[in-house]
């Protein structure tokens, strides 16, 4: 979705606007919805949303970049945007459209902390490798049956049967028959380290096809 700003990327959230202020200003909340594990996060979640951030209380965050979170009432939850300013050239939009299908993804995983209520801390298996939307697909279907939970035409976001998110995204749309860089992003919540290796072992096996470029070889 664009207007005359630039783009803008929203999503419906079944949770009143201040707990969702509470997600997007609160380091520890943030950690549960933003990004993947790894040794950084903690100071990038810092840098982004503390450091480089200016909250407008009740309802407005301007971003460093010049983008603006937004928090309206919607009936009983929240309408959050990110709009993203008018990019200056053709590299600027290519960059904008990574950066706003990032946001699709993290509204989604933020929307499922809200609105599931998953117990414990997150944690997450993060994968990436090259192949198209059709093999990216059939990766994620391993996971047997599952529930659709957001998509769009690079994305599509499911909870798995234990109630795991399993975010898969694409460089290109899925329907394109080109590769293109894949990743995907497994959000399991109040498991132990056995289990979250148990967990990273099984995804890298059904990944490997995608990690090496074979799928599109």
């Known amino acids: ?22 997600a997007l200003t609160v380091p520890a909340e943030i950690r549960q919805w933003f990004g993947w594990e ?14 480089h951030a200016e909250p407008a209380p009740p309802d407005r965050i301007a971003m460093s970049d010049g983008s603006e979170l937004r928090l309206d009432s919607d009936g009983d939850g929240t309408r959050l945007s990110a709009v993203l300013p008018a990019p200056a050239d053709a590299a600027a939009a290519a960059e904008q459209r990574v950066i706003a299908e990032g946001w699709r993804t993290f509204f989604a995983q933020l929307r499922f902390l809200l609105e599931r209520r998953p117990e414990g801390a997150r944690r997450t298996v993060f994968l990436s490798g090259t192949g198209t939307g059709r093999e990216l697909l059939a990766a994620l279907g391993t996971a047997g049956s599952t529930d659709e939970w957001f998509h769009s035409p690079r994305q599509r976001i499911v909870v798995d049967p234990d109630g795991r998110l399993l975010a898969a995204t694409a460089e290109r749309p899925l329907d394109d ?12 919540f109040g498991i132990d380290d056995a289990e979250a290796a148990r967990l990273e072992r099984v995804w890298a096996a059904r990944w490997a096809p995608l990690a090496s470029g074979e799928a599109s070889a």
Not at 13 to 22: C, F, L
Not at 177 to 188: M, Q, R
């Open 1 to 22: 979705m664009t207007d005359s700003d630039g783009t803008v990327v929203e999503t419906s959230v079944q949770a009143p606007p201040e707990r969702v202020w509470s």
């Open 177 to 188: 028959p080109e590769p293109g860089t894949v990743n995907l992003t497994v959000s399991a």
């Open 38 to 51: 790894y040794d950084g996060l903690d100071e990038e979640i810092r840098f982004i949303f503390v450091d």
